[in-house]
């Protein structure tokens, strides 16, 4: 009897293993010491962090222009192989003798685009925007062939950009559960530019419904935005009761009206429990979570808002709609192929 319970605890301790090894931290690697003090990585990015990361996304993007000048010229050399040629009379042949020169209307469009700049008739500047024209023309042809080159040799670039382990926070999340790309946003309710990408991100998750879920985290600028700190406050006491998104709506479509007034207002207008949600505020019992989140944004190298993680891949300012596609797209790229063949 003893060693089958004993047999029925190691099975259990088996698979309690994963779970309590993937809760455990990696452990803090120390750099320096003081005295009886030490000091850690993970200190310098409330310094540094923001240029580590910069200095990390230069380095990849340096690689990413090296890796495509690479796949460019193997593309090309081995084509030229293929068909015994050389790489210059394979372009020519393949592409230089298929473009025809630029229209009259053409020249004209390009010279009126470009009018107020140039500040010369027409007939003065024609044939240098034709040759202009022509080169452009050229190049765009010439890289496009070489792209088809690589699509047909199946060439893909398996570097990833850095990415930084951030967490969504479970109670302030929307979107489907499962999905396979997560946005964690770390935003302040007084910043401009976080309610001007709004209708971005809803957007995005029009766009990618089913694929994308979106997490917010807090990071007010106390310094430079006062009414931040209790507007934050504001936003959890009304997601204890369970309407965090409703009242975020409602406080960027309010944004010049953070006062506490405002703010109660902001909260009738969501229908919370006002005893309750006064009670909240009044207690600061939130302040020690948004300083926890102020941290975390730090240590990943947050420095203003909005911020964003997609997957991991910092995406930072109210950047356009094109710039999350960008990595979106790339992220389900690698999500689907990790995925196991049917």
């Known amino acids: 009897m003893q060693l089958a319970r004993l047999l029925r605890l190691l099975t259990v301790i088996a698979a309690l293993l994963p779970v309590l090894t993937a809760q455990t931290p990696p452990p ?9 003090q030490t000091i850690y ?21 340096l690689k990413i222009t090296a890796i495509e000048n690479l796949l460019n010229q193997r593309a090309l050399e081995n084509e030229a192989k293929n068909q015994g040629l050389s790489e210059d009379e394979l372009l020519a042949q393949a592409v230089d003798s298929k473009l025809s020169p630029p229209t009259a209307s053409e020249v004209e469009a390009y010279y009126l685009a470009q009018k107020s700049t140039l500040n010369r008739p027409l007939e003065s500047v024609k044939s ?62 007084q910043c401009p530019y976080c309610q001007s990408v709004q209708p971005t991100l809803k957007a995005i998750m029009d766009k990618y419904q089913g694929k994308v879920r979106l997490g917010f985290r807090d990071y007010p600028l106390r310094q430079i935005h006062p009414q931040a700190q209790q ?22 479509a309010k944004q010049g009206k953070l006062n506490l007034a405002s703010l109660k207002e902001q909260a009738r207008t969501a229908t919370l429990d006002m005893a309750g949600f006064e009670a909240c505020l009044a207690n600061g019992k939130f302040r020690p979570l948004i300083d926890s989140d102020l941290q975390s944004g730090s240590i990943a190298g947050v420095s203003g808002t909005p911020a964003f993680y997609i997957n991991g891949v910092a995406l930072i300012g109210a950047q356009p709609l094109a710039a999350f596609e960008k990595v979106i797209e790339t992220a389900l790229a690698g999500a689907a192929s990790k995925q196991p063949a049917p």
């Open 231 to 252: 507007a934050a406050e504001a936003s959890r006491c009304a997601g204890a009761q369970g309407k965090f998104w409703e009242y975020h709506d409602l406080l960027y």
């Open 41 to 61: 990585d993970d200190d310098l990015f409330s310094s540094i962090g923001v240029q580590l990361w910069q200095i990390k996304n230069q380095e990849y993007d």
């Open 28 to 36: 803090r690697r120390a750099i320096a010491q003081i005295g009886d």
């Open 128 to 189: 240098q925007l034709e040759s202009a024209l022509t080169e452009a023309r050229l190049q765009q042809a010439r890289q496009d062939y070489i792209n088809q080159l690589r699509r047909k040799s199946g060439a893909a670039i398996l570097l990833n950009r850095p990415k930084v382990e951030i967490t969504a926070d479970p109670s302030r999340i929307k979107g489907n559960p499962d999905a396979p790309i997560t946005i964690v946003e770390f935003a302040d309710f």
